[in-house]
């Protein structure tokens, strides 16, 4: 029976060497508090007591402290990550009136600045579109020439590979075969704009915990979990919030590590998971094939041929890359010690195709 083990520690991810091992983390799929973005001013502001005293007469050097206090973290992951792992930072700019003075601040552009002076290569990035329709969503003062300013719709995924590719032996080779995307599943995720991507109800059922991080969608990190990484792998979230790094990390057949500095975060998260988790991460696993499946009886009955066969999962698939894909579902969640483990069923063929 395959197993995961998960561990949230309470802990300023600024010093992650006292808790990490060098060169352990396979991937990191986080999101930072936002420099410049109000809901999270007073923890900028207890990180560094001159930010609060500057923001309103000198902005930018202030946007400039917030993210210093951030490079920290970069500075400590780079550490902690292996030869050919990954970085994977969703962060959006953000815009503020300060005085009258209406301006950007472009956080990815800093990020993506500090982390390649710290060596790690930036690789083609992500913009996810955060759709509105709100009649209101402009912003500035309507009609008048020069008066309005372009939306804000999008956010950023930077991704960051340290070192070079991986090289894989014979192992992993199987384990990274098993732990292959389906062919249509790859034309969606590898693209540069994410639109289909929607800003949906958390698992988390404590509301004031979700209002306080700005959780970011299940489906967005669990689809670079597993375009990043492998099963077994180890996944670190340094900003651990609400905990959809780790529900997705669990639902992937990923280990993983939070780092949270609030206490109240982990505890909400140790009190919801042991009861309400099992069944909608199995329904989410389930849709994965549900939605293969659809599509493949759609490619079929559109006269277009179907090569290979999925054995395991029991479907016809497009690529021999996809022949050994395996889906566990989990079985059961216990916690010892503030320790989660998962264990799971062995592979089944969830919905075989007719």
């Not at 599943?185 to 704009?193: A, L, P, Y």
């Not at 919030?241 to 109240?264: D, K, M, P, V």
């Not at 989410?284 to 395991?312: A, M, P, T, W």
Request: glycine share 4%.
């Amino acid at each position: 029976m395959t197993q995961t083990i998960h561990n949230i520690f309470t802990f300023d991810s600024r010093n992650l060497q006292e808790i990490i091992i060098p060169n352990t983390i396979d991937l990191v799929v986080t999101s930072p508090p936002y420099p410049m973005i109000r809901m999270w001013d007073e923890l900028f502001f207890s990180m560094n007591s001159i930010i609060k005293d500057m923001i309103l007469e000198k902005p930018q050097e202030a946007f400039e402290l917030m993210n210093q206090e951030l490079d920290k973290v970069w500075t400590a992951l780079y550490s902690s990550i292996k030869d050919g792992g990954f970085l994977i930072i969703n962060i959006g700019d953000a815009t503020r009136t300060i005085k009258g003075d209406f301006q950007l601040y472009s956080n990815h552009s800093r990020i993506i600045y500090k982390c390649v002076e710290l060596g790690f290569k930036n690789l083609p990035n992500i913009l996810w579109r955060k759709q509105t329709n709100a009649p209101n969503k402009f912003m500035g003062s309507g009609m008048f020439p020069s008066g309005a300013y372009v939306t804000l719709e999008h956010e950023y995924i930077l991704i960051f590979r340290k070192g070079t590719k991986q090289v894989y032996n014979e192992t992993k080779k199987q384990n990274r075969r098993e732990s292959s995307y389906f062919w249509e599943e790859r034309n969606i995720w590898f693209s540069d704009i994410w639109e289909d991507v929607k800003g949906t109800k958390q698992l988390l059922t404590n509301q004031e915990a979700r209002d306080r991080s700005a959780a970011y969608p299940f489906e967005l990190v669990y689809r670079l979990i597993n375009m990043y990484s492998c099963k077994g792998d180890t996944i670190l979230d340094p900003f651990f919030g609400t905990g959809t790094t780790t529900l997705a990390a669990i639902a992937s057949e990923r280990n993983s590590i939070g780092i949270e500095l609030e206490q109240s975060f982990k505890k909400s998260f140790l009190k919801n998971i042991s009861f309400t988790n099992i069944q909608k991460l199995n329904e989410y696993i389930c849709n994965r094939l549900y939605k293969h499946n659809d599509f493949v009886k759609c490619r079929i009955e559109s006269g277009k041929e179907v090569k290979y066969y999925n054995q395991k999962l029991k479907t016809p698939v497009i690529t021999r890359q996809e022949i050994d894909i395996i889906f566990n579902l989990l079985d059961s969640i216990k916690i010892i010690k503030e320790k989660i483990i998962i264990n799971y069923m062995d592979h089944i063929g969830l919905l075989p195709y007719n």
